[in-house]
């Protein structure tokens, strides 16, 4: 059981460049999040997907598309990277029905020249 | 979602209990207060919830005062890995379309 797993553990890209970010979480969980880490910041939600099929946006969805690809793997698109968006991209699922404990996935770290 | 206040810091000796305090005064009946801890660079990772009573779990305890309005949160027994950021988070099941909010947490420093 490895929980939530998130590829590329690292990643440098050149502005304007496109790449996407992978995560896949082995708990059978329905609902699964996007969140990105600025130094010395708190979390803030990129987009989400309650189940599979659905997505909705979240705080700061701007820059970035999302896809839930089936009840494992939800990824996150940066169609065009900006240095804004040098960050580091935690994947994280929910147990659900009857609590919010979000599990969380050990993270890809972005920088964007 | 209730807003959270946490101290900045706070350091422990290794072995010695580590008590740390949440305020949210403005909770709601039906939200609940959890933890979730970050050691450095990695992803944050839960640690307990509760809602009205005090819960214990392998990892540490939570106390919740009578009125709701703070918490405690009671690592029995830290050790250096305790080292992290640690935070407070009060949300109703379901609501605010399903994110937890991550304020800036309090940074425990667990020493020699």
């Known amino acids: 059981n490895a929980g939530v797993t998130q590829t590329p553990k690292f990643q440098v890209l050149k502005t304007g460049q496109s790449m996407t970010l992978q995560c896949a979480q082995d708990?059978?969980?329905?609902?699964m999040y996007w969140y990105r880490q600025d130094p010395g910041m708190g979390l803030r939600l990129i987009y989400y997907?309650?189940?599979?099929?659905?997505?909705d946006k979240g705080e700061v969805p701007n820059g970035y598309n999302v896809s839930r690809l089936n009840k494992r793997e939800f990824s996150l698109r940066l169609e065009s990277a900006a240095p804004s968006q040098t960050s580091v991209y935690f994947c994280?699922?929910?147990?659900?029905?009857?609590?919010?404990?979000?599990?969380f996935g050990p993270g890809t770290r972005l920088t964007v020249l | 979602d209730a807003k959270t206040t946490q101290p900045t810091s706070m350091d422990c000796a290794e072995g010695r209990a580590a008590n740390l305090p949440c305020n949210h005064s403005?909770?709601?009946?039906?939200?609940?207060v959890y933890w979730y801890r970050q050691i450095h660079s990695q992803g944050p990772q839960y640690i307990i919830h509760?809602?009205?009573n005090n819960e214990t779990n392998e990892m540490a305890s939570l106390i919740i005062t009578e009125d709701r309005k703070s918490s405690t949160l009671i690592l029995p027994h830290a050790t250096l890995r305790d080292t992290a950021v640690y935070y407070c988070?009060?949300?109703?099941?379901?609501?605010?379309?399903?994110?937890?909010?991550f304020g800036t947490g309090t940074q425990l420093k667990v020493e020699l």
């Open positions: 994280a699922s929910r147990r659900g029905h009857t609590t919010d404990t979000q599990y």
């Open positions: 988070i009060v949300k109703g099941y379901g609501g605010g379309g399903n994110k937890l909010t």
């Open positions: 403005t909770i709601s009946g039906n939200e609940y």
């Open positions: 997907s309650a189940s599979e099929g659905t997505t």
């Open positions: 509760g809602l009205k």
């Open positions: 708990m059978n969980h329905n609902s």
